[in-house]
């Protein structure tokens, strides 16, 4: 009787200790489903502060763009728009937005251009021309399709790197994709230094030296004349003092869930408009 006493209280503890183990994992289950569903939803609201990042954008476009100018030796061009951090209801929120000026990089349509080669890896350059060759638009979404472990958006804290993405080194906008024809052009305020001497070698351009001097306090420096006092560029370049064409890259935080958009936007007759936005892959 004893016995059958002591095996019915194993069976009842037994019971009970799987009873606890399948309680645990349920309330676990029902925790985690919790979490991610809290997850989705910032991430949802994530996504609804976009629009107030395209206010803050045109904002800065509209009021600062026209005056960007980068140290000569400033290695890409790139501008901070934004970088702000807050809390609300004990969640800890962050956006951070860089503007990348397009005629401030090699030219897409320019890549097998001896004179601009040299400013892309071989690597990478060859992998774009495969993705150009096959008629695809421009985009960084279409050269990530065909990256090989190098990166190819910008990343956050860029203005903090040494190291350029191809993102910040290759204009996929410049010139505009669908109009392939179009002479490129560089922005003389804001590219990196050697691709100004190229492009003011190609157009037979002259001023080095007051550009340099220009940028190194801040100011804008105005595109030279040909000699003979020509306005128009050989060799399909055009040089240029201020960009209508810039890309930023968008990053809103709250709590762990991080979400980044590259956004594109170009000046038309009266207004900036926005022409392409990629959701940028983890």
């Not at 800890?92 to 001896?114: E, T």
């Amino acid at each position: 009787m004893i016995a059958r006493r002591g095996i019915a209280l194993l069976i009842v503890l037994a019971t009970l200790v799987v009873s606890v183990a399948a309680a645990a994992i349920t309330a676990r289950a029902i925790s985690l489903h919790k979490a991610t569903s809290e997850q989705l939803n910032v991430a949802i609201a994530l996504g609804s502060l976009l629009p107030a990042c395209d206010e803050v954008a045109i904002d800065w476009l509209d009021t600062r763009s026209k005056l960007a100018s980068l140290p000569a030796t400033a290695p890409k061009p790139v501008f901070t728009v934004l970088d702000d951090e807050w809390t609300w209801d004990s969640l800890g929120y962050s956006i951070k937005m860089n503007a990348y000026d397009q005629l401030g990089m090699v030219p897409w349509s320019m890549l097998d251009d001896a004179r601009f080669r040299a400013f892309v890896p071989s690597e990478e350059r060859d992998s774009i021309g495969q993705a150009l060759d096959a008629e695809a638009i421009p985009g960084l979404d279409a050269w990530w399709m065909v990256a090989d472990g190098w990166c190819v958006f910008p990343a956050e804290l860029d203005t903090e790197s040494e190291t350029s993405a191809l993102g910040s080194l290759v204009a996929t906008h410049n010139p505009m994709p669908l109009d392939r024809r179009a002479p490129a052009a560089i922005n003389l305020n804001t590219a990196p230094w050697p691709i100004v001497e190229a492009a003011l070698r190609i157009s037979g351009r002259s001023g080095i030296e007051r550009i340099r001097s220009a940028r190194s306090k801040g100011e804008l420096a105005p595109v030279p004349a040909l000699d003979g006092g020509s306005a128009s560029d050989p060799d399909g370049i055009v040089l240029v003092s201020t960009s209508p064409t810039w890309s930023i890259r968008t990053d809103i935080r709250a709590g762990r869930v991080h979400r980044a958009w590259w956004s594109v936007y170009t000046h038309t007759e009266r207004s900036w408009r926005l022409v392409q936005r990629l959701a940028i892959p983890e």
